[in-house]
């Protein structure tokens, strides 16, 4: 029996950025298990770092098995010295050759069966390689761990021929993030773990050129060391377009290995077609007959490209970057003649060419802002009448290019979507017999579609997003190759429709033919009903009928056992789901937000996967059924905007509910007391709110909770047992003008927003040691404040205090301080290291009016509404958070009636943009006649006639001349008292009447506004 001998340790630097690799590398080989062989395939592209990882494993583990050993570059030496040469390696560890009395394959097989063996195969590139030297787990004995290294993560595939799937696991590399990347290329380029103050922001850049690859972070790392600034920034700018000779040369390995269709695809990639869904390419590759599926599945087993999850291609920078180069050698000195053109000025010379001998297959223009072209009308190509000669052109991606001539495409058989690419370009398509796909995707200036030439082949046309668009033009009749829904049923393949914002006509009479689909998307469709034979979409996950005219779902719908999304969101036209919902085993998500649903039905109880369920803005859902109580996978719930209530007592059971969001629900009063059991909650966000009733008394069962916002909530106390909230990081009170008392909080608070009206001294800041960021604003005081060693940012409006404790200057982690305290006199030492400080000192009565919210401005006792024009009553909770516009005028004023028609039409410009836009007009007249006549002839809401809140409002304001707008932010503080000047300045375009706002419309020109509401006040003085 021969005995293989242990290597010798490798000398390794310490390893930088892999951890959880290694983790799951050990994890993997298990050295404790001993009853099982295992294979360990490390794959991922060249210079990923795969045989430092290797090394490093066999250096920690080595020890624990009968024999080792680590052979490297088998690639290489395969290819040099045959199969033989590492077998016998293989046989004779360090030692002496053998003399070969046995074959050496058999010799492998019979001499380690019963040892504990440890073999590290590096660089391996086929199955043969491996078959040879380890090509089963019975020829090496129990607790037996053989390691691969490969590019290649195929070679170690599951098939009859080869190992068995319980004896093999794979590992994938990954590239460094930035903090990781930057430790590694310090290390090369200072010898030091973090570049210096003076080469920070080059190392970064530098780093960015990598992609993260750690042998181009070493190896540019090293051409840096101990070089000038000027000397880095030629390195980097050229490393930018060019890669690095050792990088480069390492990743041509896996590229030199492909066949040419593959070889192909990957140039394509490399300039084209980067985080690019793959099926858009695809008919171009097929109709070049590069095979593409195969080609696409060939270069992600090699680590070359990536199918990320949503099906789109993505490629490492370091090899988009070999694939460029590739290209670039083809001409060095004469880009015209390169397969494929990507940089912007080489494209345009190209196109402005008379010369015969350019005829690249692949172009790109995609910057309008090019040298020379720098005014938007020089950025339109006066003489491209040379594209037609391009006969070799597959690709032509145009960008945000627009033409005013119409040049001929020959031979193009893919397009590519251009923002602004204008369709005269496409008129003459005539020749372009082999075209396979055109993508207008947001064509803006796009009207019609083109002329589509007799005998095209096109297979696909994406017109996404091509918002001027009104003609199909009839020629489309010509496309033999694309199917249209008229006979989709025919489609029995069809696994994905999307229709989004057409007229389907009678398309969906089909639907129920099409049994292989898995998703439907008819979102902004015209479609009113869905077909009872929906249920024969046995296959369907996905059904997306957002912003449709659909008014009921059929019974039937509940037959779709493994649908999984159902967004109904703005379907306004929906008031109802028919009880089979419940029959929809695994639906995971559905959206009814912004439908006029009123409830749900009991039998949405069973729907035992369902993790997302989203009423926002449902106004007519007053309450949820009981039957809520069964959501057991219910994760996230948003009834936001709703006219709930209450909730249900049986909200308690969602024990897998993470986030609740309750904005807005103006009518909730109060949380069940069994609210407080939901464990797993993490986020709840009520802001705007009623909550007047208050919170569950006890909150302890609330263990998972990080984040909680009751911002302008009527809330007014909290309860103790707040202070069991462990996990409780975020806590925003902001604008909560009723909150009276301030229990002890939970010290896990790293961020506190608190407005109080509560006069508590002493309340406890000593143990949130955690507290990074706190916001305060009230007329609470500040004991214990010096035991906030980890505040970074402060802000204090606080009314009543005169000091600020001495222990205040003891903040050493305080960066940013902003003080507003009327009554303050008296100020100890800054803290040391503060960058940045606001100070304000103002009167007590100054900083009470900038501390007003809406419902202190208008709200005074049981006068807490507003009336509309038939005298209905609205509240003013109801209009909480918004931005306010004071109109301040008099009837009898020549000014006023001026100046309102500019109001009544900004009103109805605003109002139609935005149902929250509301005008507000307070009257002060002398008689009930005379208002009635006046607001006969406004189509908003007022304050009624001769209300005790006006006389109030107008002293708060000092208003001295009439008319004058007044506006206020979205919390009640006095933002200007000049607004009528700016909005004869500048229109409605002047909202929010901010100093920045106006300043920006000063430098750029008008821009549109948010909506704000108008409060207008005529006065007789």
């Known amino acids: 029996m021969i005995k293989l001998k242990p290597r010798k340790r490798y000398d390794i630097a310490p390893l930088v950025g892999i951890d959880g690799q290694l983790y799951s590398a050990m994890k993997s080989l298990d050295i404790q298990s001993g009853d099982d062989v295992r294979y360990i395939g490390i794959h991922g592209m060249g210079g990923i770092g795969k045989t430092t990882l290797a090394k490093f494993i066999f250096n920690k583990i080595s020890a624990h098995f009968d024999c080792s050993t ?66 089963k787990s019975t020829w090496f004995g129990s607790g037996s761990r053989i390691v691969v290294t490969t590019r290649d993560k195929d070679v170690l595939a599951i098939r009859e021929e080869k190992l068995n799937e319980d004896d093999v696991w794979h590992l994938e590399m990954g590239t460094l993030n930035l903090d990781d990347a930057l430790r590694l290329f310090s290390r090369y380029a200072f010898q030091k773990e973090s570049p210096p103050h003076a080469f920070r922001e080059l190392s970064e850049e530098a780093v960015s050129v990598t992609g993260g690859l750690p042998l181009a972070l070493i190896v540019i790392g090293s051409l840096l060391h101990n070089k000038d600034s000027g000397v880095w920034k030629d390195i980097i700018d050229r490393s930018k377009r060019i890669p690095l000779k050792e990088v480069k040369e390492r990743m041509r390995i896996s590229y030199d290995n492909l066949e040419h269709e593959q070889k192909q695809i990957f140039l394509e990639v490399a300039y084209f077609f980067i985080d690019t869904e793959k099926t858009k390419p695809l008919y171009m590759w097929e109709a070049c007959e590069y095979y593409p599926r195969w080609a696409l599945a060939v270069l992600c087993s090699r680590s070359l490209v990536k199918i990320s999850d949503n099906d789109r291609i993505w490629i490492h920078d370091q090899l988009r970057d070999l694939g460029r180069d590739l290209v670039r050698e083809e001409s060095l000195n004469n880009p015209k003649k ?56 597959r690709f032509l991606d145009l960008g945000m290019v627009s033409f005013s001539t119409s040049p001929q495409v020959t031979s193009v058989k893919s397009g590519k979507d251009g923002a602004n690419c204008s369709i005269l370009f496409f008129v003459h398509l005539q020749n372009a017999k082999n075209l396979k796909v055109i993508d207008l995707t947001e064509a803006k200036r796009l009207e019609r579609t083109p002329n589509f030439p007799t005998g095209m082949t096109l297979e696909r046309l994406i017109l996404a997003r091509c918002w001027c668009l009104v003609a199909i033009d009839s020629s489309i009749g010509n496309l033999r190759c694309l199917s249209f829904p008229n006979s989709i049923h025919n489609l029995v393949q069809l696994k994905c429709i999307k229709l989004n914002n057409l007229d389907l006509g009678n398309f969906v009479h089909s639907l129920g033919a099409l049994s292989s689909l898995v998703e439907l998307d008819l979102k902004g469709t015209d479609i009113r009903k869905l077909p009872d034979a929906i249920e024969e979409l046995k296959l369907l996950v996905e059904l997306d009928l957002g912003s449709t005219r659909i008014i009921e779902l059929p019974q039937s719908i509940g037959g779709l056992q493994n649908l999984k999304l159902l967004l109904l969101k703005g379907c306004e036209a929906v008031k109802a789901l028919p009880d089979s919902i419940g029959g929809l085993k695994s639906l995971v998500r559905l959206d009814l937000s912004g439908t006029r649903i009123i409830q749900l039905p009991d039998s949405i109880g069973g729907l035992d996967n369902l993790k997302l369920l989203f009423l926002k803005g449902c106004e007519a859902v007053k309450a949820l059924p009981d039957s809520v109580g069964g959501l057991k996978s219910l994760v996230k719930l948003d009834l936001s905007g709703t006219g709930i209530i209450q909730l249900p007592d049986s909200i308690g059971r969602l024990q897998s509910l993470e986030e609740v969001y309750l904005t807005q629900c103006k009518q909730l009063r109060e949380l069940p007391q069994s609210f407080g059991a939901l464990g797993k909650l993490e986020k709840l966000d009520a802001q705007s709110t009623d909550l007047s009733k208050g919170l569950p008394s006890e909150l302890s069962g609330l263990s998972s909770l990080r984040s909680m916002d009751h911002s302008r909530s009527r809330v007014h106390q909290l309860p103790p047992s707040i202070i069991h909230l462990s996990h409780l990081q975020t806590l925003k009170l902001q604008g909560c003008f009723k909150l009276k008392d301030i229990p002890d909080l939970p010290p896990s608070l790293t961020l506190l927003d608190l407005r109080s009206n509560s006069q508590k001294e002493g309340w406890l800041l000593s143990n949130l040691t955690k507290l990074t960021n706190m916001k305060v604003e009230g007329h609470l005081y500040l004991d214990g404040i010096g035991s906030l060693h980890s505040l970074t940012k402060l802000e204090l409006r606080l009314w009543s205090i005169t000091t600020i404790p001495t222990e205040f200057g003891s903040l050493s982690q305080l960066k940013k301080l902003v003080l507003d305290c009327p009554k303050l006199n008296h100020v100890p030492e800054f803290p040391p290291n503060l960058e940045e400080m606001q100070f304000r000192a103002t009167d007590i009565e100054t900083a009470e009016e900038e501390a007003h919210t809406l419902e202190s401005i208008l709200v005074s006792g049981d006068r807490d509404f507003v009336i509309t024009n038939g005298g209905a009553k609205v509240q003013v909770s109801d209009l909480l958070g918004k931005n306010i516009l004071l109109y301040l005028s008099a009837f009898q004023s020549s000014s006023c009636h001026i100046l309102l028609p500019k109001v009544v039409q900004a009103y109805h410009e605003n109002k139609a943009k935005d149902e929250a836009f509301e005008v507000i007009f307070i009257p002060i007249e002398r008689d009930h006649a005379t208002f009635e006549q006046y607001f006969s002839r406004m189509p908003w809401l007022a304050l009624p006639f001769g209300d005790q809140r006006i006389s109030s409002l107008l002293t708060k304001l000092e208003i001295r001349d009439v008319p004058e707008l007044v506006a206020l932010g979205p919390n009640g503080q006095i933002i200007t008292k000049e607004g009528r000047s700016l909005l004869e300045a500048y229109g409605m375009d002047t909202y929010p009447f901010t100093d920045d706002h106006i300043e920006d419309m000063d430098m750029y020109g008008y821009t549109s506004v948010r909506s704000a509401i108008l409060v207008f006040i005529p006065h007789v003085f």
Request: glycine fraction near 8%; hydrophobic fraction near 35%.
């Open 70 to 135: 680590f052979l490297e570059n088998v690639r290489e030496v395969a290819a040099h010295h045959g199969i033989e040469y590492l077998q016998e390696t293989l046989l004779n560890g360090l030692g002496p050759k053998l003399t070969r009395q046995l074959d050496l394959h058999e010799k492998i097989k019979k001499s380690f069966c019963k040892r504990k063996v440890l073999i590290f195969l590096d660089d391996v590139d086929g199955w043969e390689q491996i078959k040879k030297l380890a090509g």
């Open 338 to 393: 390169r397969s494929r053109i990507w940089v912007q000025e080489e494209a345009v010379q190209v196109l402005m060419s008379k010369e015969e001998n350019e005829n690249p297959e692949g172009l790109r223009l995609n910057c309008p802002v090019l040298e020379g072209y720098r005014k938007p009308n020089d950025w339109r190509l006066k003489r491209i009448g040379s594209i037609g000669s391009l006969t070799k052109l």
